[in-house]
């Protein structure tokens, strides 16, 4: 039996009052078959727990409808409302840091993370632009300082996010320093007028007798 085609269902619909086509009734005069329905489960689960569940397989919420690597699911994380989305291979590249324990479901209470189950996101209350330079640090392993973000800031997110300084690549080490040597050089100069400005303080030594003898 020949198919419908799609305009043979729009010109019947006109003819006849009927209403418009609709998407399963297109897919069907395209040829495409029954239309897939949306059976999944969106619970995380312990193993993936960023992912929606159908019949015993994983499939990423944000693929949608490709497969993912169970083995190495993504993770979704949202800062300062600004959604990323990662691998949790790459989160692992970075050991002891608090994104590293998101790689982890077993170490969740660790950090204590703030997980929305409607988004199936992490969420982190800080700044998303510095951020970038964050997660790019996992994913490159060279963690690089941004220049118009004053030095105290950026100083801040590594220690929220747990990562050690001394891993600033050598092009952003002595901007990111200025700031400390500038204080350092404002405490010397402060020091130093400090010192301009004390009273004097007793003499040394008294002195006793006369420069002349007497006659």
């Not at 929606?52 to 993912?68: A, D, L, M």
């Not at 600004?82 to 840091?97: E, I």
């Amino acid at each position: 039996m020949r198919r419908p085609t799609l305009s043979s269902l729009r010109n019947s619909a006109k003819e006849d009052g009927s209403a418009v086509p609709s998407l399963q009734d297109r897919a069907t005069a395209d040829g495409g078959g029954e239309m897939a329905s949306y059976p999944y489960d969106r619970t995380p689960t312990d193993d993936h727990p960023h992912a929606i569940q159908s019949k015993g397989s994983v499939i990423s919420h944000s693929s949608r409808g490709s497969r993912t690597n169970p083995k190495d699911p993504r993770i979704r994380i949202n800062v300062g409302g600004v959604p990323f989305v990662t691998k949790r291979s790459t989160l692992k590249s970075v050991p002891g840091t608090r994104l590293y324990e998101l790689a982890f479901p077993s170490r969740y209470h660790t950090y204590e993370f703030e997980y929305d189950e409607d988004t199936h996101e992490f969420y982190f209350d800080r700044n998303p632009y510095m951020f970038n330079y964050i997660l790019n640090y996992y994913r490159t392993g060279k963690l690089h300082f941004p220049r118009d973000i004053c030095g105290p800031m950026y100083e801040d997110e590594l220690a929220f996010w747990a990562i050690d300084e001394s891993a600033l690549e050598q092009c952003c080490w002595m901007v990111y320093r200025q700031h400390r040597e500038a204080q350092a050089t404002l405490a010397a100069i402060d020091g130093i007028e400090g010192d301009q400005n004390a009273p004097p303080g007793p003499a040394s030594a008294e002195f006793s007798g006369s420069y002349l003898d007497a006659d």
